[in-house]
């Protein structure tokens, strides 16, 4: 809500946000309405001014060549009566002289007459040429009212009707719709389309892109920018552009164009492409008339460039080339030198165990070949033994011998 003083009766009344709003623009449209009255009255002014100026000096022009006539033919008249003065002698020597004066001055009247005549035509000739030139300024300061009139009107008209979200994208609508009106002709093979990918917080409004034989040789991020002269903060076109310079490096596009509608007073931005590069690398602020220009401007700049691109594209294929090749043969080498040492591991591996195998082996060998000599001498001490041997120091075994033989001679 709002508080307004009455400035007659002092009451103080409240108003809400809509109310308030109204107020102010009947405000604005009044102050408008005043200046406008006043640059008509100006503009009227100067214009009499000049045409007032115009007259007075065709006047002055006038008025001296006259005068200069004038003297030039009070001149004569004294000179003729100096000469009428001077004759003496007979009447005829008069009548003579008086004539020959007399037929001079006809003859230098007739020549003055018909001087003041050409120069009267003359007169005439410039003063239709500078009534046709004030005409024709006349026309020139109608047609620049028109014009400045049907702009004031077309404004109002858009601000009335519009609001501060809607004309932002009303510009927008508007730059596709140039740009769509010569795709297929001017850019049948280029990309552009609004920005949608907010996965990094921000966005452009869009993004233009074209590519030959697969060689992408221009990109652009586009940013549109409007407000209502009603919006309480003004905002600058330098206010947007670290913003969009951001989303140029995010997206991965070459160049950044502000296109504007913002500080309309501005001077500096109303006389053509400004480059803030200085601020900002390959960034412009351009307004609306200047955005199919734009587009053509760095694309036919781009195109020049292309062939290098295409060099530069397949010396950079061949490097990449080159570095696969390079990961390939040390993967291999890698791969190779792990699988010798893996190898030569287990065959070290295999000959240890194969050393130890014929080791283990000698050791079986010589221990049969022990058992082998061990069996050969107790086949010998079998083949030497003898009941004479086994009782030799076991009387009562040889006892029981001697009587077993015995019994055995008796059956």
Not at 69 to 75: D, S
Not at 83 to 92: D, K, P, R, Y
Not at 186 to 215: C, H, L, M, Q
Not at 364 to 384: G, Y
Request: contains cysteine; hydrophobic residues 35%.
């Amino acid at each position: 809500m709002q508080e307004i003083k009455c400035p007659n009766c002092g009451e103080v009344f409240v108003v809400d946000e809509s109310g308030y709003a109204q107020i102010v623009q009947q405000v604005r449209d009044k102050e408008f309405d005043k200046e406008l009255r006043r640059r008509e009255e100006e503009l009227a002014g100067k214009q009499e001014s000049e045409l007032r100026l115009l007259r007075l000096e065709q006047k002055q022009e006038y008025d001296d060549a006259l005068a200069k006539k004038e003297t030039e033919l009070q001149k004569r008249d004294q000179l003729i009566a100096r000469l009428q003065a001077q004759i003496s002698g007979t009447e005829t020597e008069k009548k003579l002289a008086v004539a020959e004066v007399v037929s001079e001055k006809d003859r230098e009247l007739s020549e003055k007459t018909t001087e003041i005549t050409a120069l009267k035509s003359q007169l005439a000739n410039k003063a239709t040429e500078n009534e046709l030139k004030e005409q024709a300024l006349q026309k020139q300061y109608e047609e620049k009212l028109k014009m400045k009139d049907e702009q004031i009107e077309y404004y109002k008209d858009f601000k009335a009707r519009q609001s501060t979200k809607m004309i932002g994208e009303s510009l927008e609508q508007h730059c596709l719709n140039q740009f769509n009106a010569l795709r297929m002709t001017a850019f049948p093979n280029a990309y552009f389309e609004k920005d949608n990918d907010a996965r990094t917080g921000s966005k452009g409004d869009f993004i233009f892109r074209e590519a030959a034989d697969g060689v992408e040789f221009i990109s652009i991020m586009f940013e549109m920018k409007n407000e209502m002269d009603e919006t309480a903060t003004k905002h600058k076109n330098e206010d947007f552009l670290k913003e969009l310079d951001k989303d140029r490096r995010e997206k991965k596009c070459e160049y950044a164009v502000l296109v504007s509608l913002l500080e309309i007073d501005n001077e500096l931005y109303n006389n053509g492409i400004v480059d803030m590069s200085y601020r900002y690398e390959k960034m412009y602020v351009i307004r609306p008339q200047f955005f199919i220009p734009m587009i053509t401007l760095l694309r036919n700049a781009a195109l020049n460039s292309l062939q290098y691109r295409r060099e530069l594209e397949l010396a950079r294929h061949q490097q990449v080339d080159i570095l696969r090749f390079e990961e390939n043969m040390n993967t291999f080498k890698e791969g190779f030198a792990r699988n010798y040492r893996i190898a030569s591991e287990r065959f070290k591996t295999a000959i240890d165990e194969i050393d130890k195998t014929i080791t283990h082996l000698q050791k079986t060998k010589d221990a049969l070949l022990a058992s082998e000599n061990n069996l050969r001498l107790a086949n010998h001490k079998a083949e030497d033994l003898s009941i004479k041997r086994l009782t030799k120091n076991a009387p009562s075994v040889k006892a029981m011998f001697d009587e077993l033989k015995k019994e055995e001679s008796e059956n």
